[in-house]
């Protein structure tokens, strides 16, 4: 059995983080909030997290940055923005957890072998690369990286899939494939400069 | 009509139904689509969570070579597509931060985003544009006593709602009464189904399909009709795992668009039901009136 310290400390905070998130685009009514669950009601997640969006929405303001990039709320986060349009003060909840999700990876926080966050860096590597995603070996790829055992049981799909037509292994690609790299590359380059 | 076509990557994969389905239906009222010339994937919900200035950056380099068709107006028939296109408009009109970094990359490949494309759902022009009355004179086979399940998902209403409302959408149960199908009213229409949580963590991403099918099946639907690919696909492809959880709930799960072509009496090659996993087999049409046996 583990033993954790179930109450936060003063300590533990991380000054500065809460404003720094509010000041990204999309985040900035998070200081509005009040607190009212309205989030963690709707949310048809909140059940499985371990803390519920509500509690991030404090933990965020309150500057307690480590809790919030190591939970995994902001991976169970299915981007349905039920909370986003409920919140009273019109908050972007959604948008404050994509936020949240680019600095826990960044930062390489995540829980390890987590296949939500896998997931999306195959994603993004893979329209870096060819420009569309190819469903089929996005999907074996994070299988691959995170339970390749559990890709077994996944066999059956593929098979219906590949009965119905809808199965390929082909990758397809865009024809001006470095156009893409070149976009990626010059917001790289700017926002290395905005941040200067 | 003529609209520019933005496919994106899914209904070129799993969810080609959706694209065999939709173009025919489409030219059968006149609707004329042009694809756009190399598109790229629009972001979906998983380049957001890496990069936000990237996604939509990618997602802008479409709305530029859609502006360069100069049709002003572009179809997205997946949600995800819908939504991130939307959001990237939003974002490069709302912060002009945001709008100068994504214009000078686009800028460094000779492309230009002005921001004035607006993105449409099928559902949308269909009800608003095309219209119910010539949708209604167009159907041959009537979809009478059929019960469907009119489910929306999140994205095409939340968080913009650009052409119906947000609590309780009603185009495609209008669209659906013009078929003459029977719609089924339930409260789920507009939750989420999953999304990818379906395959990167079941226990939680099922449980939703699951609750849905169920639902729609107590209510006495006989088929779901979808407007998203990953809902279509997460409903009709993880009975045998669902089954396993928790019980079996097979209710076939097709496109709105494969109804409208059964209703029109486009051929099979059109309506394309073979690509459901949970095969959806119509009622017999019944005989036109004037035409019974003696």
């Not at chain 1, 720094?20 to 949310?43: D, F, K, N, R, Y």
């Not at chain 2, 959001?87 to 492309?111: C, D, I, T």
């Not at chain 2, 394309?272 to 035409?291: I, Q, S």
Request: hydrophobic fraction near 40%; aromatic fraction near 8%.
């Amino acid at each position: 059995m583990e033993i954790k310290r179930t109450i936060k400390y003063e300590a533990d905070r991380v000054p500065g983080f809460g404003r720094e998130i509010m000041s990204v685009p999309g985040c900035e009514a998070l200081e509005h909030c009040i607190q009212c669950g309205t989030c963690s009601g709707v949310c048809p997640l909140s059940i499985y997290m371990d803390y519920t969006p509500r509690q991030v929405m404090e933990l965020v303001r309150s500057d307690f940055k480590n809790e919030v990039l190591q939970s995994h709320t902001i991976w169970l986060c299915a981007s349905c923005y039920a909370c986003t349009v409920e919140c009273p003060r019109q908050i972007r909840i959604t948008d404050i957890m994509y936020e949240l999700k680019q600095r826990a990876i960044k930062e390489r926080v995540y829980p390890r072998r987590f296949p939500i966050p896998v997931l999306a860096e195959e994603f993004t590597r893979m329209v870096h690369d060819h420009g569309r995603i190819s469903e089929t070996r996005l999907v074996s790829r994070m299988y691959l990286r995170t339970r390749p055992l559990a890709a077994v049981g996944m066999a059956g799909l593929g098979l219906q899939l590949l009965k119905s037509g809808r199965f390929s292994w082909k990758q397809d690609r865009i024809k001006q494939r470095e156009q893409i790299a070149r976009i990626m590359e010059a917001v790289d380059r700017e926002n290395g400069k905005t941040e200067a | 009509m003529k609209y520019a076509y933005f496919p994106g990557c899914s209904l070129k994969g799993t969810g080609r139904a959706y694209e065999e389905s939709l173009v025919p239906v489409l030219r059968h009222l006149g609707v004329e689509l042009q694809e756009l010339e190399d598109w790229n994937c629009c972001g979906a919900t998983a380049y957001m969570a890496v990069d936000e200035g990237k996604a939509c950056a990618a997602a802008a380099r479409n709305l530029a070579l859609a502006e360069q068709t100069g049709l002003r107006q572009m179809l997205a028939p997946c949600s995800a597509c819908y939504l991130v296109l939307n959001k990237a408009q939003h974002y490069l009109n709302e912060y002009p931060a945001m709008r100068q970094v994504v214009g000078r990359a686009l800028q460094s490949v000779g492309l230009q985003c002005n921001g004035d494309t607006v993105v449409r759902h099928p559902l949308d022009v269909l009800v608003n544009d095309i219209g119910l009355e010539a949708i209604r004179q167009k159907v041959t086979h009537p979809l009478h006593g059929l019960k469907v399940a009119p489910y929306y998902g999140c994205q095409i209403v939340r968080p913009y709602a650009t052409f119906d409302d947000q609590a309780n959408p009603t185009s495609m149960d209008r669209l659906l009464e013009a078929l003459g199908a029977t719609v089924v009213r339930w409260p789920l229409k507009t939750k989420c189904c999953g999304g990818s949580l379906t395959g990167t963590l079941p226990e939680a991403g099922l449980r939703l399909s699951y609750i849905l099918l169920k639902e729609a099946r107590k209510r006495g639907a006989d088929v779901i009709a979808t407007v998203c690919p990953l809902c279509q696909f997460n409903l009709d492809s993880y009975h045998p795992q669902i089954a396993a959880r928790w019980e079996p709930v097979r209710l076939p799960t097709v496109y709105f668009s494969q109804l409208m072509g059964l209703a029109f009496g486009l051929p099979a090659e059109q309506t394309v039901l073979h690509r459901g996993m949970v095969r959806f087999h119509p009622p017999p049409v019944p005989a036109p009136a004037g035409a019974e046996k003696p």
